[in-house]
């Protein structure tokens, strides 16, 4: 333990070398932070094409060209330095700001973390500006052939704060980030074109579109975006536009959850938490798709409370709640009711009728769970866990002679780019598993086989390759974690019934297992309640 004293230091004023860093650390925390800086300053230029260029995710190189207005050789010197702006006038201008932000805020604070060059142009008869700088310093002015528009290029991010770049993770996970930056504009901005390259490869390339709707069928699968239903409300503080999945047809991992406070994409927890609990108990485990423009006067929104502007916060958090709730649950066709003190959403939805499980050996209760008498008393049997486990042994005791089961009507299903990229590094792997695909056409993918005993539908595929992109962005995809996904997206599914046959054999193999008592993940798949437990419950000890 240590006993020295601490020593005295007087106060000082830092460099400004290092003040600069320290600011740009705060704007730009990772190459998708530079790439949406970068964006916003096309679109506050009036571009209406933008392409982006990374490699390695980012880290070593990102160039974003527009064919905005430009910049002059004085207007671009001023803005690669600090608090620079051609938005504000004032202080008071801030509680005003309808623009994303200053362009020499974004430029500056990328120069003080990179090697960056600019190329810019105003007048396409006369020669544009090229200005290199590094560290913030500018090194170059010269004279460029360039079209009217602005090319901002950064070259090793972070390469003078090792510190901040030894904390960024892999290609592969930026480079997913830096993916998502640029759908979110490309949904908020159908008209501008965008196109996406990542190490010499097109990910993205948009057109310029008529409406939102059209830009998400170019961004998303048919299935995803037939299950979006529309909504526009409009109240005098506020007003809402935009889409969210039926309840019902919610996935697992969602494709989409984008919020837009007066066209800036923003993360605010009362809407999101307002979509959730509007779409009712019908949701489930799911995670609903929404794509949500709300608009209000620029005085009633604080942009400021996060140095990135990626958080807002409404002058009335509680009333925005209410509004997002009541809009949603008006669109998706869900009411609102008060009982026992609490909100509770419930969905309007017929069921079909369904006789009485049959009481015997087995016993089936929500679909979801089996209950088994035995001599000490009786167990409860996930059957999603329990089949989980079933099918994870049994593909990893197989290996490569894993029974196939055919199917008669192939399933097509179209992936997005980074679900792609997993498709390839991943295909043999995945057909060794018992899941035999092929490419038919593009990003559209034939799955020609599952695994035996399987219960893997269209559904169940789609969601097997956005796990397994979401998996390889964040860590090394093993044998035995491949197995584990195939597993759970092929096991029987809470909510499906089974005959008194289908309960028994899961049962039996599941206690044929080495390990019964847990799925794959570390779930309990069977809970034991004894005799001796349930005497005690009812006071009988």
């Known amino acids: 333990m240590m006993d ?120 396409e008869f006369a020669p544009g500006t090229r200005l290199e700088v590094e560290a913030g310093e500018i090194r170059e002015v010269a004279e460029v052939v360039h079209p009217v528009g602005t090319t901002v290029t950064a070259r090793t991010l972070f390469y003078n704060l090792p510190a901040r770049r030894s904390f960024l993770k892999s290609g592969t996970y930026e480079l997913k980030l830096v993916v998502e930056v640029v759908k979110t504009y490309a949904v908020a901005y159908p008209r501008v074109s965008f196109v996406l390259i990542a190490d010499g490869k097109t990910l993205l390339q948009l057109p310029a579109a008529e409406d939102v709707r059209v830009r998400l069928r170019d961004l998303y699968d048919r299935q995803t975006v037939e299950s979006l239903v529309e909504l526009r409300v409009d109240n005098p503080m506020l007003s809402l536009a935009g889409w969210v999945t039926r309840p019902d047809q919610a996935r697992r991992y969602y494709e989409v959850q984008t919020i837009f406070f007066n066209g800036r994409p923003v993360r605010n927890r009362a809407v999101a938490r307002a979509v959730h609990d509007a779409c009712g108990p019908a949701l489930g485990d799911a995670n609903p798709n929404f794509i949500l423009f709300l608009d209000t006067d620029p005085t009633r929104l604080d942009v400021n409370i996060h140095p990135t502007k990626q958080e807002v916060r409404f002058a009335d958090e509680r009333f925005l709640f209410d509004f997002v709730s009541e809009a949603v649950s008006k669109a998706l066709g869900t009411r609102r009711s008060v009982g026992g003190g609490a909100d509770e959403f419930l969905y309007q939805r017929s069921f079909a009728s369904v006789e009485d499980a049959q009481v015997a050996d087995f016993w089936q209760l929500h679909n979801s769970y089996i209950l088994a008498q035995i001599t000490t008393g009786y167990v409860i049997v996930d059957q999603h866990a329990a089949h989980e486990r079933i099918l994870f042994e049994e593909l990893t005791r197989q290996r490569q002679h894993v029974s196939r089961q055919g199917l008669l009507f192939p399933i097509n299903i179209e992936l997005s780019a980074e679900q792609f990229a997993a498709y390839e590094a991943f295909s043999e792997r995945v057909a060794e598993l018992g899941l035999q695909t092929k490419v038919f056409s593009g990003r559209t993918v034939v799955v020609e086989s599952v695994p035996a005993g399987s219960f893997m539908g269209k559904k169940e595929v789609e969601e097997f390759f956005a796990e397994l992109a979401e998996t390889t962005a964040n860590q090394v995809v093993t044998e035995l974690e491949l197995a584990k996904l195939v597993a759970c997206k092929a096991a029987i599914r809470a909510g499906q019934r089974l005959s008194q046959t289908e309960m028994e054999s899961l049962c039996n193999r599941l206690f044929a297992c080495s390990e019964p008592r847990f799925c794959p993940h570390g779930r309990p798949a069977v809970i034991k309640v004894s005799l001796d437990e349930l005497a005690r419950r009812f006071g009988r000890t």
């Open 4 to 123: 020295e004293r601490p020593i005295r230091r007087p106060v000082k004023v830092l460099a400004e070398e290092t003040v600069r860093r320290i600011a740009a650390g705060e704007v730009i925390t990772r190459p998708a932070g530079a790439v949406k800086e970068l964006i916003e300053n096309s679109l506050d230029a009036a571009a209406t094409d933008i392409r982006v260029e990374v490699t390695d995710g980012g880290c070593n190189l990102i160039r974003v060209t527009d064919n905005g207005f430009g910049m002059t050789r004085d207007d671009v010197r001023l803005a690669v330095g600090r608090h620079a702006t051609s938005k504000l006038s004032s202080i008071d201008d801030l509680a005003r700001l309808t623009s994303f932000g200053f362009r020499g805020e974004a430029l500056g604070s990328i120069a003080a973390v990179s090697r960056m060059t600019v190329e810019t142009n105003t007048d």
